[in-house]
């Protein structure tokens, strides 16, 4: 578990300011995921990446902007935070024939 | 679109009793479905998996059945223990690697009672 890490793991923002939330993993998994985590809706996927460069959409991506320039990090940035992405965001990681591994996570509140 | 619905919300049991929760999956292309067990506050854990080319899987006091016609997966846990009691989420892919996105169950929550 130690693999994978999120900073900041709190985060208290305003409406309309950016932030960027950072995930990095130590395995050099090819695929690396974002969820956000709701009361009654359980984990959505925001976005993913499926090596360097390359990211694709996932069930909730507006608001969200990702990039993957190296392997090991994901960030992911909200460009101008509401307060319906008040969230607690996970990183998620895996490797071929294996599990996605999750971050601790970063609980996020925009007031 | 593709959807994963997941029964009970929560699920009260006596210790030492089993605990089965039920999903049902909707894209018939899924063929891979791990559960997560979230204890409060902390990550997901993955606790068990399942491949479309086998009907059930188990490890200890976990199990997993797959019916693929139906397009339901279950979670069997026996002998329960206070320390099971956690949300659990079930999740469905296309990847048979488990590395295609997981479309995810709203949760179980389950109290194990001493």
């Known amino acids: 578990d130690a693999g994978i890490t999120q900073s900041p793991r709190y985060k208290i923002t305003e409406t309309g300011r950016q932030v960027t939330l950072m995930c990095h993993q130590t395995w050099s998994h090819s695929y690396m995921f974002w ?5 009654g809706h359980g984990l959505r996927l925001i976005y993913y990446s499926a090596a360097a460069d390359i990211t694709d959409k996932g069930e909730v991506p507006d608001g969200y902007v990702v ?5 090991e990090n994901f960030p992911l940035t909200l460009e101008s935070a509401t307060r319906s992405q008040t969230s607690v965001y996970f990183c998620a990681s895996s490797e071929s024939r294996k599990g996605q591994y999750f971050g601790p996570g970063t609980r996020l509140t925009v007031t | 679109g593709e959807n994963v619905e997941q029964h009970p919300s929560t699920l009260s049991v006596q210790e030492g009793d089993s605990a089965v929760i039920k999903c049902t999956y909707s894209d018939s292309a899924s063929n891979y479905f791990p559960w997560y067990k979230q204890e409060l506050g902390k990550r997901p854990q993955l606790i068990i998996d399942i491949r479309s080319n086998v009907g059930e899987k188990k490890d200890q006091r976990i199990a997993v059945t797959l019916n693929k016609t139906a397009k339901h997966f279950s979670l069997h846990i026996t002998e329960t223990q206070p320390e099971d009691s956690a949300v659990y989420f079930c999740a469905a892919s296309k990847g048979a690697s488990g590395t295609y996105k997981y479309i995810f169950g709203t949760g179980t929550r389950l109290k194990v009672l001493a």
Request: glycine share 0%; aromatic share 10%.
């Open chain 1, 67 to 71: 990039s993957r320039s190296k392997t």
């Open chain 1, 35 to 39: 969820y956000r985590q709701d009361l």
